[in-house]
Nanobody, 114 residues
Framework: QVQLQESGGGLVQAGGSLRLSCAASGSGFSIRAMAWYRQAPGKQRELVAASIGGGTNYADSVKGRFTISRDNAKNTVYLQMNSLKPEDTAVYYC?????????WGQGTQVTVSS
């Protein structure tokens, strides 16, 4: 069993920055991929950024502003969010893909004021 602990959300003005963290803990698991998703009110959950092997993928809406990174020794994934916009307001979820199943974090609220 894997537990995920997210942190780093909050309220920020447009143009500001936030850094999200998601730490995976437990035993007997191997991580294949780590990713961040977000869900705004009334919208479907969408992929923001993913780290798979040595590569990364980003949603077009965040390219050049967000950066996903990993600390494999700590089983932690980060999302550095710069130049935030009001449309980035959402609950952000981390997702960890192991060889047996996927795990989701509890979500952290990011609110960007104009």
């Amino acid at each position: 069993q894997v537990q995920l602990q997210e942190s780093g959300g909050g309220l920020v003005q447009a143009g500001g920055s936030l850094r999200l963290s998601c730490a995976a803990s437990g035993s007997g698991f191997s991580i294949r991929a780590m990713a961040w998703y977000r869900q705004a009110p009334g919208k479907q959950r969408e992929l923001v950024a993913a780290s798979i092997g040595g590569g990364t993928n980003y949603a077009d809406s965040v390219k050049g502003r967000f950066t996903i990174s990993r600390d494999n020794a700590k089983n932690t994934v980060y999302l550095q969010m710069n130049s935030l916009k009001p449309e980035d307001t959402a609950v952000y979820y981390c997702k960890v893909v192991t060889f047996s199943r996927d795990y989701w974090g509890q979500g952290t609220q990011v609110t960007v004021s104009s």
